[in-house]
Structure formats: structure tokens, C-alpha cells
């Protein structure tokens, strides 16, 4: 049937921590070839692997030749999915800042092996795109960084760990994704860049890293490569054969990035856009949230072959590809099938943690300290938190959580608590200026510092006051070109635990930071 033969090329999501009956009919009646997990399918350890191992079961019971592709972004840093039970790891720019190679490949190899403890065969990560514009606002600190040579290197390395832990690497997002300023899970970015300038920077990483199993397309408008105009990378015969097959010689699969994101739904539309990036040259769609649009995608696809205006022998290339994948890392003999199996030990062990903990501390960075570091723990100290907050849609507002104070609470239990909200008011500080200059030490946690103007206007008037602050940069780095001058910086690169949890321990003097900024602040 080529109904089942065109599911192969779908990778669908949905709701909940159990399969919904209409999934279980997609991958009866369509062979659905993989399934996206989000943080909305995640509880304990133990029960990912009961959704994973079900999943699985119901494809066999389907007759599946072959299991299913389970993948999920764990990029670790701002975006992750698992959960409790779980080691949170490093993510991108904070291994970039710490610029090791084997940070970046024992960080993969333990992140593949929780992962496959878990059921997930395929990580959509790492992110190789060459972050050069302080204004991205989706890609940032999932980066490594500024140079395509340190991204490229890491790149390599990261995905030798997952691959070695038995895990299907993705570099994403082709071509490049890391000098715009529009999000495209919102609208269309556009990178007007020539050819010569997308060589040296967007495309090395892809070029040099192409023993990934996986290249994710973007959905952005690449002018120099595709002639029609407004028209994404994904959906473009150029970019996803002309360039990447053909000039390039990737032989790997070529993923799609989610067809439900905005700048394909609220263009083409996902269910023809679907079919359009399978004529450029793309092997699996994504179509990561709406029933009725998967459904639609499949039928839409299925007229497309029948109509001829998507040959058979395109389908069938992209499902041997698909099967040889398949074939290099998973079989029924290492799939789990029983929902009521354990999970290894070792996922979110001792081990894993003691590993991430130094990797934190290699990337943390001391941007600068003018003699305030470290603090006495018996100093009189206040810690002001920003509230929780993500800049795009991939993040998880669930791991946005700010846990600044709970980790200078470990060295001064008696700090101050205070949680800056958006209604204060300059007269406000103004009339409070006097109670903070009464502490020792302000520690200052930063997020999304331009768009948060109450943080900067707050910050000017500590300065202004010769009030002792040290700032936490809890995200971006950029943020620190436009900070006062401070006693000190330090920069995170994410909220994570584990990452406040090295800056403290740097603030009071009880652990080294040996980060440097992977990144260029003007």
C-alpha cells in the first residue's frame, strides 16, 4: 500500500504521557516512521520508557519491519525536554565556552546514553549554527558561538558521543539559522547574504560535519540560493538538493524542522508544504502537533503521487535512506518493548552529575571582578531574581524557573529575597536607594536585559549609588555590553541549576570558573 509507504516519511507528535488511540490508527493503518517527543510527553524516567517501550510495541503489532524513530530535542542548556530523574547537562554556548573537545564529546556520549536508557533513538541536536548577530532571538546560547571554526569542532565531537552512545545525530538548521532576527516559529526570516559570506560562515559546520546521520532544514529565506522569492530553505529544490545533495555530497537523511511552525502554516500551508519540501529533496516531514494536519499531510502527499507531481522512485530513495539509518542503530533486539521495564541507574546518576558539574565550571565565566569576589558567606547580601521568562517558542517555559537565591542560600542563608517585576518605577528605586546601600553585596541575576528595560534602569541607579553588584548574566552574553559598569560579571549562559550552582560557589571562593566568552561584546 503506498499509504504505508509514504508514513515512513512522517515524523508526528502529540499530547499526553500514553498513546492517544488516533496515533495508534497512524501507525496502523500509515506506518508513521517516527515520533517526536516534547516536554508534554515527559514525566518520570521510568515512564518515558513506558510511552517509548508502548510505542514501540504497538509498531510491531503493526507488522513494522523495522522500529520506530523516537527523537526529541534534547540539546541540553535552555532547551531540553526530559525532566525529573534526568541530569540537566551543559548546553551549546556554555560548552563553547568552556572550547573543549572532549567537554563536547563526553557531554554527547552521556546525553546519547540516558536517551537510549529512555527509548529515544534520535537527538535533534547538536545545533551547529554560528550565532553572529547579538539579536538572534531564537538561536543565541544553543550555539556554540561566534567562529565556525570552534562550532565546527565542537560539532564533530558532540556528534561522535551521541554516536557512540548508539544515538541518531541531527545538525541543524540548514543552511544556517544563526544571523537572523526573526524567529521562524513566528514568521519568515530572511538572510540576504552572498554566497561567498554563507560559505565562510553558515555553511562550514554543515560542510565539515557531514557524518551526522541527520541535517534539519530551516525555514528561512536564503536570497543568494534560491531564486524564488520568499521562498524557506525546506521547501527549496536549490538549497535542500542543488546544494546540499549535489554541491556538498550529503548522503544522510534530511529532516524537515516543524512544517506547523508559522513560517510555513501561515504561507503554504503545512499540509502543501509537506509535499513541497519532499520535491525539494527532503526525506522525512515533521509534523509535530495537530492531528488533523498530519492527517491532511498524508493525504496531501498520497494526491501528490498519484497526480505525479511527486514521483514514486523520489519516495522510495528517501525510504531506503530512512532504512539504512534505521539499520545502523536500531533492531527489535534492542528495542525495548515491555512498558514495566527499569530504567538503567546510571540515567541521572552520580557519574553523570559529577560530569556535567565540570563541565559547568569549564564554561562558566568570570567576565570581569574588580576585587568584590569573592564575598565572605556572613556579608550582608541581597539577591535580586528577574522573573521566568523564555524569548522562543523552543524553550520550555517548565525549565525556565529561576533558582538564583536558592543556590546563594546554600553559603548565606540569611541573604534577602527580592523578585523584580515589571511595575517598578524609577521614583520607586529612587526612594528604596538608601536601604541598598546598606548591603555589602547585590547579586543581580540577568535575563533579556533589552527587553526588560526595568533590569538596566534598575541596574544604572545601583551603579549610580556605588552599591556592590555582581551580576549574573543568566542568558544571553550579549547583555553584558549593555550593563553598567559593575564590581563583577559573571555570565551562565543558562538558568539551569547546576550552572548557578558553579557561579555561586565561585562567588564565595569555593570553585574555580575558567570559561572565556564564546562570543564578541562591543
Request: overall charge neutral.
Given at each position: 500500500m503506498i499509504e504505508k509507504t509514504i508514513g515512513e516519511l512522517f515524523v508526528i507528535g502529540f499530547d499526553g504521557k500514553v498513546?492517544?488511540?488516533?496515533?495508534?490508527?497512524?501507525?496502523?493503518?500509515?506506518?508513521?516512521?517516527?515520533?517526536?517527543?516534547?516536554?508534554?510527553?515527559?514525566?518520570?524516567?521510568?515512564?518515558?520508557?513506558?510511552?517509548?517501550?508502548?510505542?514501540?510495541?504497538?509498531?510491531?503489532?503493526?507488522?513494522?519491519?523495522?522500529?520506530?524513530?523516537?527523537?526529541?530535542?534534547?540539546?541540553?542548556?535552555?532547551?531540553?525536554?526530559?525532566?525529573?530523574?534526568?541530569?540537566?547537562?551543559?548546553?551549546?554556548?556554555?560548552?563553547?565556552?568552556?572550547?573543549s573537545e572532549e567537554n563536547a564529546y563526553q557531554i554527547g556520549y552521556a546525553s546519547g546514553k540516558e536517551l537510549r536508557a529512555l527509548g529515544i533513538n534520535w537527538n535533534l541536536a547538536p545545533v551547529v549554527?554560528?550565532?553572529?548577530?547579538?539579536?538572534?532571538?531564537?538561536?543565541?546560547?544553543?550555539?556554540?558561538?561566534?567562529?565556525?571554526?570552534?562550532?565546527?569542532?565542537?560539532?564533530?565531537?558532540?556528534?561522535?558521543?551521541?554516536?557512540?552512545?548508539?544515538?541518531?545525530?541531527?545538525?541543524?538548521?540548514?543552511?544556517?539559522?544563526?544571523?537572523?532576527?526573526?524567529?521562524?516559529?513566528?514568521?519568515?526570516?530572511?538572510?540576504?547574504?552572498?554566497?561567498?559570506?554563507?560559505?565562510?560562515?553558515?555553511?562550514?559546520?554543515?560542510?565539515?560535519?557531514?557524518?551526522?546521520?541527520?541535517?534539519?532544514?530551516?525555514?528561512?529565506?536564503?536570497?543568494?540560493?534560491?531564486?524564488?522569492?520568499?521562498?524557506?530553505?525546506?521547501?527549496?529544490?536549490?538549497?535542500?538538493?542543488?546544494?546540499?545533495?549535489?554541491?556538498?555530497?550529503?548522503?544522510?537523511?534530511?529532516?524537515?524542522?516543524?512544517?506547523?511552525?508559522?513560517?510555513?502554516?501561515?504561507?503554504?500551508?503545512?499540509?502543501?508544504?509537506?509535499?513541497?519540501?519532499?520535491?525539494?529533496?527532503?526525506?522525512?516531514?515533521?509534523?509535530?502537533?495537530?492531528?488533523?494536519?498530519?492527517?491532511?499531510?498524508?493525504?496531501?502527499?498520497?494526491?501528490?503521487?498519484?497526480?505525479?507531481?511527486?514521483?514514486?522512485?523520489?519516495?522510495?530513495?528517501?525510504?531506503?535512506?530512512?532504512?539504512?539509518?534505521?539499520?545502523?542503530?536500531?533492531?527489535w533486539n534492542n528495542t525495548v518493548l515491555d512498558s514495566s521495564a527499569s530504567v538503567p541507574s546510571f540515567v541521572g546518576g552520580n557519574d553523570h552529575r559529577e560530569l556535567a558539574k565540570e563541565a559547568y565550571r569549564q564554561g562558566v565565566t568570570m567576565v570581569y571582578n574588580h576585587g568584590l569576589i569573592p564575598i565572605d558567606s556572613g556579608s550582608d547580601m541581597a539577591v535580586v531574581t528577574p522573573l521566568a521568562a523564555v524569548q522562543s517558542a523552543a524553550e520550555d517555559s517548565s525549565h525556565a524557573a529561576i533558582r538564583l537565591y536558592d543556590v546563594i542560600c546554600a553559603y548565606q542563608p540569611h541573604a534577602k529575597n527580592i523578585t523584580l517585576t515589571e511595575d517598578w518605577t524609577e521614583e520607586y528605586i529612587h526612594e528604596q536607594i538608601e536601604h541598598w546601600k546598606q548591603y555589602d553585596a547585590v547579586i543581580f541575576g540577568v535575563q533579556y536585559l533589552a527587553q526588560h528595560p526595568v533590569q538596566q534602569l534598575f541596574l544604572e541607579i545601583l551603579a549610580a549609588n556605588d552599591v556592590p553588584v555582581i551580576a549574573i548574566v543568566m542568558k544571553s552574553p550579549y547583555d553584558v555590553a549593555i550593563l553598567p559598569e559593575l564590581q563583577a560579571c559573571i555570565c551562565t549562559y543558562e538558568v539551569s541549576y547546576p550552572a548557578l550552582e558553579v557561579a555561586a560557589s565561585a562567588v564565595f571562593g569555593k570553585g574555580d570558573i575558567l570559561g572565556g566568552l564564546p562570543v564578541t561584546i562591543n
Open positions: 498513546i492517544p488511540e488516533s496515533i495508534k490508527q497512524l501507525i496502523h493503518n500509515y506506518h508513521i516512521g517516527g515520533i517526536i517527543l516534547f516536554t508534554r510527553n515527559i514525566g518520570s524516567p521510568n515512564e518515558v520508557l513506558a510511552l517509548t517501550a508502548s510505542l514501540q510495541k504497538e509498531a510491531r503489532d503493526a507488522g513494522y519491519e523495522r522500529p520506530l524513530l523516537i527523537c526529541v530535542d534534547q540539546e541540553n542548556g535552555t532547551v531540553r525536554r526530559l525532566g525529573e530523574g534526568t541530569t540537566i547537562f551543559p548546553g551549546g554556548m556554555t560548552i563553547g565556552a568552556s572550547d549554527d554560528v550565532n553572529v548577530n547579538p539579536d538572534n532571538p531564537v538561536i543565541g546560547v544553543r550555539s556554540y558561538g561566534e567562529s565556525p571554526e570552534r562550532v565546527t569542532r565542537l560539532a564533530k565531537a558532540a556528534v561522535k558521543g551521541m554516536q557512540d552512545a548508539g544515538v541518531v545525530t541531527t545538525l541543524k538548521h540548514f543552511p544556517g539559522h544563526g544571523d537572523t532576527k526573526v524567529d521562524s516559529h513566528l514568521a519568515l526570516p530572511v538572510i540576504p547574504h552572498n554566497i561567498g559570506r554563507l560559505e565562510d560562515i553558515e555553511l562550514r559546520p554543515f560542510r565539515e560535519c557531514l557524518e551526522s546521520d541527520v541535517i534539519m532544514s530551516a525555514h528561512i529565506y536564503f536570497p543568494a540560493l534560491e531564486p524564488a522569492k520568499d521562498k524557506p530553505a525546506t521547501l527549496s529544490k536549490e538549497v535542500m538538493t542543488g546544494l546540499l545533495r549535489d554541491k556538498l555530497g550529503y548522503t544522510g537523511l534530511i529532516t524537515t524542522d516543524c512544517m506547523e511552525m508559522n513560517a510555513i502554516s501561515e504561507t503554504i500551508g503545512t499540509e502543501k508544504g509537506v509535499v513541497a519540501a519532499l520535491q525539494a529533496g527532503v526525506d522525512l516531514a515533521m509534523v509535530s502537533h495537530t492531528l488533523q494536519k498530519q492527517i491532511g499531510a498524508l493525504k496531501e502527499v498520497k494526491l501528490a503521487v498519484e497526480s505525479g507531481k511527486l514521483s514514486r522512485e523520489s519516495i522510495l530513495s528517501s525510504v531506503k535512506r530512512i532504512r539504512r539509518v534505521k539499520d545502523t542503530y536500531i533492531n
